[in-house]
């Protein structure tokens, strides 16, 4: 299967950050499309036909969160929407409210987790996803989990990480998101790359690695459920474009 790849990225993926790395988010800012969009939607349309009970799960409960999430993303990107929607590549898409987080597969770049926390629960908890593009890890480990065992097994996620996340999750505001940025280096640039929690890993190199596979992560808290929702912006780019981004941000700091 041919690559699809981003050849620009509007960060430095190179930055250092401490963990967990949020920042505020402009609302404008939640939901964005950019050079691989067709291409990626492409391959997002063809895993839900081909691979939709790997890709896209939701819990009965799960199901009013995820038909506001519909509801937020229609008026953000799609503002007017009644019926369908027509895609920047030009593709037009049916809103089927029976099937709210598939539509949402089909209409934007970013993938959805919703999280919801349970009356006296501690954490919150996976209650759907369409997750078109995971990074090592596999739906159907993580759905109707809480936030530490989803994280299972990220070595950099203890105790005190996951404190500090689950405060995040219990704090975020309406219309205050947030929002963090990972990079890997990895051989392989496939979007969808799903791997079970007990599947070993091996890190690559950074100067044996081909791509680097960076996600912008957001958190956003819908005002009528109160679920909160991850979002997924997947960046896929060789390691030439990487180098002279980093390099290109490095002259321009140089000389301002």
Known sequence: MTAILQTQ??????????????????????????????????????LLDTARDKVLMLDEGGRPAAEELL???LAHLY?????HVQRPDGVTVEIDWQDPLGTLGRITQQDFCILEKPEGAAEHVLTGAVLCFPASWTLSEKFMRPLIA????????????????????????????????????????????????????EQPRSEEAGFMRSETQSILRLPRTRAVVFSIHTFVLSRADVLRQWQQDEQDIETV
Request: charged share 25%; net charge positive; proline share 11%.
């Open 9 to 46: 990225i509007p960060y430095n993926p190179l930055a250092s950050q401490r963990l967990p790395g949020i920042k505020p988010l402009p609302v404008a800012n939640w939901l964005r499309s950019d050079d691989a969009f067709g291409d990626q939607m492409a391959e997002r349309e063809r």
């Open 150 to 201: 989803i994280h299972v097994p990220v070595d950099s996620y203890d105790a005190n990480i996951a404190a500090r996340v689950q405060r995040l999750f219990d704090g975020v505001q309406v219309d205050r998101p947030l929002w963090r940025f990972n990079a890997l280096w990895y051989h392989d640039p496939m979007l969808h790359q799903p791997r079970s929690a007990d599947a070993p890993r």
């Open 71 to 73: 509801e937020r993303v």
């Open 79 to 83: 503002p007017g929407a009644k019926g």
